[in-house]
């Protein structure tokens, strides 16, 4: 499935990433929150690809809220919480700008998000392909 490549690229260019420490500069601070905001939109919409795939017509609506609570429901994710919170921080990165909001989502994806895309990369693989 393209959307699951995209994603694994995405994924895999972010894990590249994780390991810097910092302080960061401009450019590192502004390249990991990208990393990690286009980590997240192939995340869901390779999920919401899956699940249509696999007769989930509710997933269909589009929306990123729709498609993490469709999945968790399918068993797709198991902590919708932890996506649920990886959306705000998406939304979020319109404001990194502010280098404290951008320090957040950084620490965020180290602590929990890196994590959780690996978790759905593994389950997609194991159970979904």
């Known amino acids: 499935m393209k959307k699951f490549d995209n994603f ?5 260019n972010l894990m590249e990433s994780i390991g ?4 960061y500069d401009t450019l590192t601070l502004t390249g990991l ?7 997240f939109e192939q995340s869901w919409k390779m ?8 007769g ?22 198991d902590d919708e ?3 649920l919170k990886a ?11 502010n280098k404290d909001i951008a320090l ?7 602590e929990l998000y890196a994590d959780m895309f690996g978790k759905l990369k593994d389950c997609i693989e194991k159970e979904w392909l």
């Not at 999920?47 to 696999?54: F, G, M, N, P, R």
């Not at 957040?104 to 994806?109: D, F, M, Q, R, T």
């Open 8 to 12: 694994c690229s995405a994924y895999n």
């Open 20 to 23: 810097l420490e910092p302080p």
């Open 33 to 39: 929150v990208a990393l990690y905001e286009i980590a």
């Open 47 to 54: 999920i919401k690809e899956v699940l249509e795939y696999h």
């Open 56 to 77: 989930y017509a509710s997933s269909s609506t589009g929306s990123p809220r729709s498609v993490i609570k469709t999945a968790y429901q399918a068993g797709m994710i």
């Open 81 to 83: 919480e932890t996506w």
């Open 87 to 97: 959306l705000v921080a998406r939304n979020n990165v319109a404001h990194a700008y």
């Open 104 to 110: 957040g989502i950084i620490k965020e994806c180290k």
